[in-house]
């Protein structure tokens, strides 16, 4: 049964960089056929993507985030990593990492739909 | 302020049938699949719907989604009470090249 787990410190000050790391069983992070992302939701409020990667290397990037977000993966560990710079208390929120199915048509590729989730982990931004 | 625009709430009684509502633009339903996700208390969201109108295995045919233009609907029929959850509507996006979600229906079972 695949499964993706979520690592990483809980609370983060001011103005540092935030780092997840998301742990991937049960299946291979260098399937063909899937994206790996990023999706967090604040306390109370809705779900919002910041990044996806593929097993290559390749990364896109949420345009309201593409600034401070790093996004990476390594084949070898089975993991992907998720790197936020300069975090404000707007960053506070609950982090999930999915994987993504990937469908192409007419030559272009997109992420499909997320068709498993991690269970999530918070990360709370103060001093 | 999300893409998508969903009600913030919804409700019906046991054995009813509920519908949400998801509304976007051009760049997204209205030239992609549309995706439900369901959100239980407490927990991460799960996929309900993919591609308009699939259920995943294990997802009861309770649950239907279909798409017309630039709109979408998740129906749920014959309401339980463990169906009260949060419920997302997701689409990928041509202009901003990454998938866009709604607010969320709160959907309560009275």
């Known amino acids: 049964q695949m499964q993706l787990q979520e690592s990483g410190p809980g609370l983060v000050k001011p103005s540092e960089t935030l780092s997840l790391t998301c742990t991937v069983s049960?299946?291979?992070?260098?399937?063909?056929?899937?994206?790996w992302g990023w999706i967090r939701q604040p306390p109370g409020k809705g779900l919002e993507w910041i990044a996806t990667?593929?097993?290559?290397?390749?990364?896109y990037y949420s345009p309201s985030l593409k600034s401070r977000v790093t996004i990476s993966v390594d084949t070898s560990k089975n993991q992907f990593s998720l790197k936020l710079s300069s975090v404000t208390a707007a960053d506070a929120a609950v982090y999930y990492c999915?994987?993504?199915?990937?469908?192409?048509?007419?030559?272009?590729?997109?992420?499909?739909?997320?068709?498993?989730w991690g269970q999530g982990t918070l990360v709370t931004v103060s001093s | 302020q999300s893409v998508l625009t969903q009600p913030p709430s919804a409700s019906g009684t046991p054995g009813q049938r509920v519908t949400i509502s998801c509304s976007g633009s051009?760049?997204?339903?209205?030239?992609?699949?549309v995706d439900w996700y369901q959100q239980l208390p407490g927990t991460a969201p799960t996929l309900l719907i993919y591609?308009?109108?699939q259920r995943p295995s294990g997802v009861p045919d309770r649950f239907s989604g279909s798409k017309s233009g630039t709109s979408a609907s998740l129906a749920i029929s014959g309401l339980r009470s463990e169906d009260e959850a949060d419920y997302y509507c997701?689409?990928?996006?041509?202009?901003?090249?990454?998938?866009?979600f709604g607010g969320g229906t709160k959907l309560t079972v009275l």
């Open positions: 999915a994987r993504g199915r990937k469908y192409c048509s007419s030559g272009t590729c997109l992420l499909d739909y997320f068709d498993y």
């Open positions: 049960g299946a291979s992070i260098s399937s063909s056929s899937y994206y």
């Open positions: 990667v593929y097993y290559s290397g390749s990364t």
């Open positions: 051009s760049s997204n339903i209205g030239s992609n699949y």
């Open positions: 591609r308009n109108d």
């Open positions: 997701a689409a990928w996006d041509d202009s901003l090249s990454g998938p866009v």
